[in-house]
């Protein structure tokens, strides 16, 4: 998808991405479309830009992950897969999603 922006840092790709993508993104996806190596790197990436976009007038905006078994919502400290539902220890856990949006937008 991003061949033709090869000058951009892998998280300026992942900013654009999310930006602009019509769906909110899991970790998987993202690590799919701009090739990169692992879902835990996409994750060190997205804990980074979700700081630095509190100085812009943008925000990492975090679809929660949800246990598909019992309905558990976690909420997360920063972003990451939680392994096992703490409530009924399910590991089919449905990961959580990213977009990017600016401040006033949802």
Do not use: Q, W
Not at 77 to 90: A, N, Q, Y
Request: proline letters at 7%; aromatic letters at 8%.
């Amino acid at each position: 998808m991003f061949t033709d922006f090869d000058f951009l840092t892998t998280r300026e790709k992942i900013v654009i991405l999310l930006k602009y993508s019509d769906s909110p993104l899991t970790a998987k996806e993202i690590k799919e479309r701009l090739g990169i190596e692992s879902e835990k790197l996409v994750y060190e990436h997205l804990l980074h830009i979700a700081k630095s976009l509190k100085r812009k007038d943008m925000k990492l905006i975090v679809y929660l992950p949800k246990c598909r078994r019992c309905g558990y919502t976690f909420n997360l400290e920063k972003p990451k897969k939680p392994s096992k539902c703490p409530s009924c220890k399910s590991e089919d856990i449905e990961p959580p999603r990213f977009l990017i949006r600016g401040r006033d937008r949802k």
